[in-house]
């Protein structure tokens, strides 16, 4: 019998208890994969704190006579056209590069957040006008905005970060609208009011907690794409500066090499793609929670 | 309204055929290391032309024996039986794709709301062309020419326009008429009903049911799932009662009406509110409920010395809402006046306006004219910040009590919440008290509303209320997302409250009978007008209301004799 | 495949008859080239050219004055003169010339029958309306500007005899005129205006512009008319190929990629690690042309501190370590310089003992100029200002195995306490950081024929920014010696003499420290094995196509 | 007569919408633009690097209106605008109209099939997340961060190097014909994809989950079916009002890929005149760019709004 119909059991039986559709679905329960995450998060979390714990050799020691070793024991992710062991770079890069992830991250949330608000709690007017804010910065080509961060003032990760920051608002903002839309219409809300409470305690205590959770999963995301939108600045040769071990950074220099040393790219990108796998699972583990209670 | 019914109606005493035919029914959810039955055991036999009521409260497994006929217990669900037969053939042993023909073809579905049973996103008439697609494999033209046949057949006004309409554009009836369009497509041997009228006003109830009958009349069986025994007993041949995945009776209608034999039959029949008199308690002492102490708050006020102005007094409250250019007048000039201690019921059907009066008396939106009063003192017109502290004395509860907890919080944090806005010490021992005051266990404290059964979330709903030491309360549809025995408990609740805090109630609901059992006062509200108002037995023994009259007519009775499925059929 | 000893052989050979270097150029500049031993030329076809150097926006090399001008030009413009591959002067539009004793009349018999391909006579009126347009400041011309800028007037004395009146000698004349930023328009073409002379410049080339598609191609169709060419040209006819289409690839993988599955027959700016590749496949050909002028070098700024201090600059370039890096990010298709000019240059002075990598004297030297104090990192300090280098690059100028090395540079240098910062910009910032005198390092490669480069890049002059703020003296050098050496050499029209006096200049510049030679200008072209007879032109190292065809 | 007015309000509003979004891009970029370092006369006479002399600068200055204050020339700039005319570009002198007319259609072209590819991508995605058992939705997942991780310039190097290099079955570089498109297209939709395909499986998890697929199966629907003809619907439309915004994305994409792929196109464009500051063209192609977003948010819009009545009531704003 196909899963749409175990699934639609949920439906099925939904109305007679209010647990069934908690249940019902497979989506919504602690997964082997939420273990795996939490322990790859760990792992960046001692190479963000303590890279030297993990490293098998100094991060930016040249040693140009034996670039581009391919894989080894002595350098488990090979050299790179320094010489240099791209293992331990990787590991060095963990804090830059998240660190370009989460404050980008955090910055178009943070505008997002402020723009969704105005609009969805200030009225019909700043709504339509916050709108037209957001559709101006969702005309912009994101890569301009980053461009011109950049030329103003100069490369680097600071930069880069506040251009993938900004570009990435107005996705935050239209979302947590959204969100903050359907809890301020919500019976909860209006059982607050009911109460007597005032209307700052509930946004603090109701409306922003409730938008949050399904942001913060949107966050997790967030930072993996951050990397990823870094790493495209790196290759058009504004990203991060030498010699700074940063992930996109890597995969933008290893590039040039791709067909004849593919581990120069493999590896950080790898390490961008588990980086977004984990930290989405674990938002969706957050949801998951969240979403059987809405 | 009816109109051309084809065939003409199969004599009702002919020997019937069983189009279903169950016995031993076992159905097993292996969920998790602990497989829960949810059905132990069961016979059910269906027969050409009869119409058989499978009534229960929830989780008595009824409706997953209605989705096991269907095949459609779900994958994770261990369906056996020594006997399943549908339409003559053993199911038994059926393959996926042997259900899919027989889906539809040999039975039909009609579900609870179909404004969500419906896709939202298609037309009606694709939705019931569907089956004649899937199994007859018509072309859209000749499918067309038939769902309009359909939905002449069901009653629908205007076939030819609404066929192309979506089930969100149309009105509760016409949708459940789509519904069950899409359901007798096929012309199936046998049609399963689940909880077809729930939550829809008492008129169209009547009507759907009536369809149900008519296909009956034709010669279908139909199997009739629902929680209200009166509902069925309308157009119910036989019932079958479930408790707990078992049979506890079953009979002829009229027998099981008139001499039941199983307490919780009894119970389900106690628990229909219409014709109860009001303060009489429907079923006698709250079957949860523990040694109620007398409660910690306030002792009941005295009631109010004559003269005194009502705790609550709208007049000539109107409120218009404009959506997108277009105005529409919810509230039209309403006059109510809510005693200390006593309960204005106010009834209409939905969309009549009966809820944004509720949001006018909470102050939740401001009135386009007229005025609410608290205590004679302002209220309406107070701005917010000086009306705040006054709040908690409005207390309100809502028909989804769950949409009105914080998704994040837990019955405790919800209830210390609701003690602190009333001024209270938040303590758990307080929390305790409240839950003990709504026949709760106090270990419910540390558990998640979702983990609670929906009438556990009324009750949690109106603990909360109670939290902040109101004088009034708001009930807005309070009972009608609840079975009629956990409405029937609530019901008993409220008065017990009621009589414990004096506290003033407005009962809102689209059902009558609920309505009249709880009020002293009664309002009839239709197009945002109070057709109405008087003492409730007033009103309910000699409506002056046409309108009332018809109410009162289709709310439902148990009904009395083997001929009552008949009386909807000729409307 | 080391080019250099090819090259020197060449040198050797140079006496010899013109044709015959040129064959031999051939066989010497292309690795294991097939055309040597393959048969009769074929006619027709277009060949399709990728290139990795930027669109130019004007395809007049007067305008502006670029490398790729310089590399399209020659395709549709021709010179005065040309260099062979003893790089000695030879005739091409110019059939002869001299000059007077005082070195400021000069006098260019002209060919009398080469026409424009609009039908415009070649003639000394056309020699003038060139020189005037590159005199022109509404031109803006930069690079033929400099190159004509001691020309006073020039007098049409008949229609091929064209007089040039200077304001100083000039030894570097013929040199200039023998660049492609120098070429020769019809002044008809000229007179159009900038837009339309901008699209499709008129010349006597062996190809002629037939229409640009922005961003994508430029198609040039053979000129039937052409004959003659440089005098060092083995034919005297016009092109075998039907034309070339000029494409704009700007991604070194990808222009590879095209180049391997066969959508385009020749490659420049081909990348060390791919040639490596190629040189391993065999499939594919390998021109290696140095292009002529400077080296590739780092200039360390003395204008200010601490490079203002020679210690200082002396313990840089004794700390860095380069050679390694050159082998293995170049896979020995560079060969590592020690001098401020192209090695193709005859005049070019190495000294590779002044480059010798030296940690403890760097340290000593640092220690004598008192940056003694050291922070955790070990980056050296004075007064309590760190050793810190910014060292701005243009992304757009260099590749990524240069970038690479700079980064070894940076590891290097930090050996030693400096504090190399590496900031990787856009073209615009990148001078942006050079006027605004934010750099203490920079590597700007500069082409020109002939020594005369060295009074462009370190005559105090140069330091001086035009009114845009552009100087090329990037290195800030500042020295009367070296600046009269240079103007004494530039007005030397004795060769030994000449030779002598650049020599000492030289010495000088690299003796005080003030510049870190790496390799040539890099300019590697890659072919499939179906094209044959090109060879890259001795004057400024850009391809000529009149004499290739695609075989087979 | 209220319910007669109301779409002329919106469309109205939405105009009004419009016209707002272009001034305020043409407003920012302007100013942005002016905040960057380098002088725009010396980026006409030349670019980076040119020696020109002070009499050109000045001549260009003036020609320009260069030496005008800033909010003259501003002033000077939506004037010209507003009667369409884009100005002429500083590196290229040619109308920058001119300049864009060129590359937009082949930007279009790609930003347009790329769009197309990643929605049957996306929707073949999810739905496979959607088949039964947990490893196919574990998996599907899987890939669909992992495509929606990829770097452009990543992703078609390899491209080039499995299907060019190496199996040569695609030319490597834009060439007239129509099989140079396809990996560019590829490189561009396929993180698009995983961003859809994404956002899609939720919705058509919760769709499934709705009663309605109950009614249908009742009737006898196919699994099957169920995904096609109901579920797929809730699942497009909220990814069908990102498609104004994928086209953003995308046109940021085509800037790296037409690079790589050495295609002509507004992102090749647009980086240049950046790093050449050539005002006029950089202000050219936002506003172009900027057009097409607002006419694809409206086009989806009325898409969604067909496809489902209830947006129409109280439309979305933000």
């Excluded at chain 2, 009534?55 to 020594?82: D, H, N, P």
């Excluded at chain 3, 590879?256 to 496949?281: C, F, K, M, S």
């Excluded at chain 4, 670019?47 to 204050?69: C, H, I, K, T």
């Amino acid at each position: 019998m196909s899963d749409v119909e175990l699934r639609s059991r949920a439906a099925a039986v939904g109305p007679e208890c209010g647990r069934a559709s908690a249940l019902g679905a497979g989506t919504r329960r602690v997964r082997p994969g939420t273990v795996l995450a939490l322990a790859f998060a760990a792992f960046l979390l001692v190479a963000t704190v303590a890279p030297s714990l993990l490293q098998t050799a100094a991060p930016n020691a040249i040693a140009p006579r034996d670039a581009f070793s391919p894989p080894s024991l002595a350098h488990w992710f090979g050299t790179d056209e320094s010489g240099r062991d791209v293992y331990s770079r990787v590991v060095q890069g963990t804090g830059a590069s998240l660190a370009i992830g989460a404050s980008a991250t955090a910055i178009g949330l943070a505008i997002g957040l402020i723009l969704g608000a105005v609009a969805a709690l200030g009225g019909s007017v700043l709504d339509f006008v916050v709108g037209r804010v957001n559709e101006v910065l969702f005309a912009f080509p994101g890569i301009l905005l980053a461009l011109l961060v950049i030329v103003l003032w100069g490369p680097g990760p600071v930069t880069a970060t506040i251009a993938v920051g900004l570009s990435t608002a107005p996705g935050y903002a239209r979302i947590i609208r959204g969100e903050l839309l359907s809890i301020r219409d919500s019976g909860f809300v209006e059982a607050a009011r009911v109460l007597g409470h005032g209307p700052f305690r509930i946004f603090a205590r109701h409306v922003l907690p409730n938008a949050l959770v399904p942001v913060a999963a949107l966050a997790t995301l967030g930072i993996g794409q951050a990397v990823v939108w870094a790493s495209s600045l790196s290759y058009l040769g504004l990203g991060a500066q030498p010699p700074a071990a940063e992930w996109g950074a890597m995969l933008a220099a290893g590039r040039t090499y791709i067909t004849t040393a593919w581990w120069l790219t493999v590896f950080p990108g790898l390490m961008i793609v588990l980086t977004t796998l984990a930290t989405t699972v674990l938002g969706r583990a957050i949801t998951a929670r969240d979403g059987r209670r809405r | 309204m009816t109109g051309t019914t084809q065939a003409a109606p199969a004599p009702t005493d002919a020997p019937v055929a069983d189009v279903l035919a169950i016995e031993g029914l076992r159905v097993t959810f292996g969920d998790g290391g602990a497989p829960v039955e949810a059905v132990r055991g069961i016979d059910l036999r269906v027969g050409r032309g009869e119409v058989v009521a499978l009534v229960g409260e929830s989780g008595s497994g009824k409706s997953v024996t209605a989705r096991a006929a269907l095949g459609l217990a779900g994958a994770g669900a261990r369906v056996q039986a020594e006997r399943f037969e549908l339409d003559g053939s053993d199911v038994r042993r059926a393959t996926p794709r042997q259900w899919r023909r027989l889906r539809g073809a040999k039975a039909g579905l009609v579900l609870q709301d179909a404004l969500v049973s419906l896709d939202p996103l298609r037309p009606i008439g694709r939705e019931i062309g569907d089956a004649l697609r899937l199994h007859l494999g018509l072309r859209p033209a000749a499918a067309r020419a038939r769902v309009l046949g359909l939905l002449e057949l069901v009653g629908m006004p205007h076939p030819a326009l609404t066929i192309d309409r979506r089930s969100g554009e149309l009105s509760g009836g016409m949708r459940q008429r789509a519904l069950i369009a899409s359901a007798l497509a096929l012309d199936p041997p046998l049609v399963i009903a689940d909880e077809p009228t729930t939550a829809l006003d008492v008129g169209v109830q009547v009507r759907v049911l009536g369809l149900l009958a008519e296909a009956a009349a034709r010669g279908a069986g139909v199997l009739l799932i629902s929680h209200d025994l009166a509902v069925v007993s309308r157009i119910a041949d036989r019932v079958v009662v479930l408790a707990d995945g078992v049979v506890v009776e079953a009979g002829p209608t009229g027998e099981v009406l008139a001499s039941p034999r199983h307490p919780r039959t009894r119970e389900l029949i106690a628990a229909v509110p219409t014709d109860v008199p009001r303060g009489v308690p429907l079923l006698g002492a709250p079957a949860t409920a523990g040694p109620s102490q007398p409660a910690a708050a306030p002792a009941v006020r005295p009631p109010a010395p004559t003269g005194a102005p009502p705790v609550v007094e709208a007049r000539g409250l109107v409120k218009a809402f404009t959506v997108g250019g277009s105005t529409t007048v919810a509230v039209d000039d309403v006059d109510l006046r809510l005693e200390r201690g006593r309960t204005l019921g106010l009834v209409g059907e939905s969309g009549s306006g009966k809820t944004t009066v509720a949001r006018l008396l909470l102050a939740l939106t401001r009135p386009d004219a007229g005025t609410v009063r608290l205590d004679g003192d302002a209220w309406s017109e107070l701005p917010e910040r000086a009306r705040r502290p006054q709040r908690r004395r409005i207390g309100a509860i809502w028909q989804d009590p769950f949409g009105s907890f914080d998704p994040r919080w837990g019955v405790e944090r919800l209830l210390r919440d609701a003690i602190a806005a009333g001024g209270g010490a938040p303590g758990s021992a307080a929390v305790a008290d409240l839950l003990d005051q709504v026949h709760l266990s106090p270990d419910l404290a540390a558990r998640h509303p979702l983990d609670l059964s929906g009438g556990q979330r009324q009750r949690v709903a109106i603990a909360r209320a109670l939290a902040a030491r109101p004088d009034v309360l708001i009930c807005d549809e309070p009972v009608s997302a609840l079975d009629v025995t956990v409405q029937a408990r609530v019901l008993d609740l409220l008065d017990e409250l009621q009589r414990e805090h004096g506290l003033a109630l407005l009962v809102i609901s689209h059902d009558l009978g609920v309505v009249r059992h709880m009020s002293d006062e009664l309002a009839v509200m239709r197009h945002g007008r109070i057709l109405e108002q008087g003492p409730a037995e007033r009103v309910f023994d000699a409506p002056e209301h046409e309108y009332t009259a018809a109410l009162i007519r289709d709310s439902p009775r148990l009904a009395v004799g083997p001929d009552a499925r008949r009386d909807p059929a000729d409307r | 495949m080391p080019a250099s000893r090819s090259r020197r052989r060449l040198a050797a050979l140079a006496a010899s008859s013109i044709a015959a270097v040129a064959l031999a150029a051939l066989a010497g500049c292309t690795a294991a080239d097939p055309s040597t031993s393959s048969g009769a030329p074929t006619e027709g076809g277009t060949l399709v050219y990728a290139t990795g150097d930027a669109e130019p926006s004007c395809l007049d090399p007067h305008v502006g004055g670029n490398y790729p001008q310089a590399l399209i030009a020659g395709q549709y413009l021709e010179s005065l003169v040309s260099l062979d591959e003893s790089r000695e002067v030879v005739p091409w539009l110019a059939t002869g010339w001299t000059v007077s004793d005082d070195g400021l009349t000069w006098e260019f018999t002209l060919r009398d029958d080469v026409s424009f391909t609009d039908g415009t006579p070649f003639d000394a009126a056309a020699v003038k309306a060139n020189i005037e347009h590159l005199q022109d400041p509404a031109t803006q011309s930069s690079t033929g500007y400099l190159a004509v800028g001691k020309i006073a007037s020039v007098e049409v004395v008949s229609d091929t005899v064209a007089r040039l009146h200077l304001t100083a000698p000039d030894s570097a004349l013929l040199e200039s005129f023998a660049q492609p930023w120098t070429a020769i328009q019809s002044p008809a073409g000229i007179a159009r205006g900038m837009d339309a002379n901008c699209q499709a410049p008129i010349g006597t080339g062996p190809f002629v512009v037939e229409e640009w598609v922005a961003q994508d191609h430029v198609s040039l169709v053979r000129n039937d008319d052409y004959h003659g060419g440089p005098a060092d040209r083995g034919r005297d006819d016009a092109a075998y190929l039907d034309g070339i289409e000029w494409r704009f690839i700007p991604d070194s993988a990808s222009r590879y990629a095209a180049l391997q599955a066969g959508e385009v027959d020749i490659i420049d700016n081909a990348q060390p690690d791919t040639l490596a590749q190629a040189d391993e496949g065999g499939a594919l050909v390998e021109i290696d042309a140095p292009r002529p002028g400077a080296s590739n070098r780092l200039e360390l700024n003395a204008g200010q501190a601490p490079f203002d201090d020679e210690r200082v600059r002396e313990a840089f370039i004794r700390a860095v370590d380069v050679n390694d890096g050159i082998d293995s990010l170049f896979f020995g298709t560079a060969e590592r310089s020690y001098s401020a000019l192209s090695s193709v240059e005859p005049l070019a002075y190495a000294d590779e003992s002044l480059f010798g990598t030296d940690l403890d004297a760097a340290n000593a030297l640092l220690d004598e100029a008192g940056w003694t104090e050291r922070d955790a990192d070990g980056i050296r300090s004075k007064d309590g200002v760190p050793l810190v280098l910014r060292f701005p690059v243009s992304t757009n100028q260099s590749i990524p195995a240069e970038q690479s090395l700079f980064e070894q540079v940076q590891a290097t240098a930090k050996e030693a306490g400096f504090d190399v910062r590496i900031e990787p910009v856009d073209l615009s910032s990148w001078y942006g950081a050079l006027f605004a005198n934010e750099y203490e390092l920079v590597s700007a490669p500069y082409t020109k024929i002939g020594p005369d480069v060295l009074r462009i890049l370190y005559h105090s002059d140069s330091i001086t920014p035009a009114p845009s703020g552009y100087f090329a003296n990037l290195a800030q050098l500042s020295d009367p010696q070296l600046d009269a050496l240079l103007t004494e050499a530039a007005s030397e029209s004795e060769p030994a003499a000449r030779a002598a006096l650049y020599e000492q200049a030289q010495q000088i510049i690299l003796g005080g420290f003030h510049a870190l030679p790496l390799y040539d200008q890099q300019n590697h072209f890659l072919h499939s094995a179906g094209l044959q007879g090109v060879r890259a032109m001795p004057t400024v190292s850009t391809p000529w196509f009149a004499d290739a065809w695609l075989a087979g | 007569m209220a319910r007669a007015s109301r779409p002329l309000r919106t469309f109205a509003l939405r105009l009004g919408g419009a016209v707002f979004v272009l001034w305020a891009v043409a407003t920012l970029t302007f100013f942005a633009i002016h905040l960057v370092p380098g002088d725009p006369a010396q980026a006409i006479l030349g670019g980076p690097g040119s020696q020109a002399s002070q009499e050109a600068l000045d001549r260009v200055r003036a020609d320009y209106g260069l030496d005008q204050p800033l909010l003259a020339q501003y002033a000077a700039m939506l004037g010209r605008l507003v009667t369409g005319d884009l100005g002429t570009s500083y590196s290229l002198k040619t109308p920058v109209a001119a300049v864009i007319g060129g590359q937009l259609v082949g930007t279009l072209t790609l930003a347009l099939l790329a769009l197309v590819v990643a929605w049957a991508l996306a929707i073949g995605l999810a739905l496979w997340s959607t088949a039964p058992g947990r490893t196919a939705r574990a998996v599907s997942g899987a890939v669909e961060l992992t495509a929606a991780a990829l770097p452009h310039f990543w992703l078609a190097t390899v491209l080039i190097a499995v299907f060019s290099t190496g199996l040569g079955w695609l030319p490597p570089v834009a060439n007239g014909a129509a099989s140079g498109l396809v990996l560019p297209v590829i490189t561009l939709a396929v993180p698009l994809a995983g961003f859809l395909a994404q956002l899609m499986r939720e919705h058509l998890l919760d769709a499934l989950e709705q009663p309605f697929t109950v009614s249908a199966l009742a009737r006898g629907e196919t699994g099957a079916g169920i995904r096609l003809r109901h579920a797929l619907r809730h699942a497009a439309i909220p990814a069908v009002h990102l498609s104004g915004w994928a086209v953003g994305y995308l046109i940021s994409g085509a800037v790296v890929v037409e690079t790589i792929f050495a295609r002509p196109g507004l992102g090749r464009t647009l980086l240049r005149a950046t790093e050449l500051r050539d005002v006029p063209v950089v202000m050219g192609v936002v506003l172009v760019v900027a057009v097409v977003y607002v006419v694809l948010t409206v086009v989806t819009d009325v898409v969604a709004g067909v496809a489902d009545p209830r947006l129409r009531r109280g439309g979305s704003t933000a």
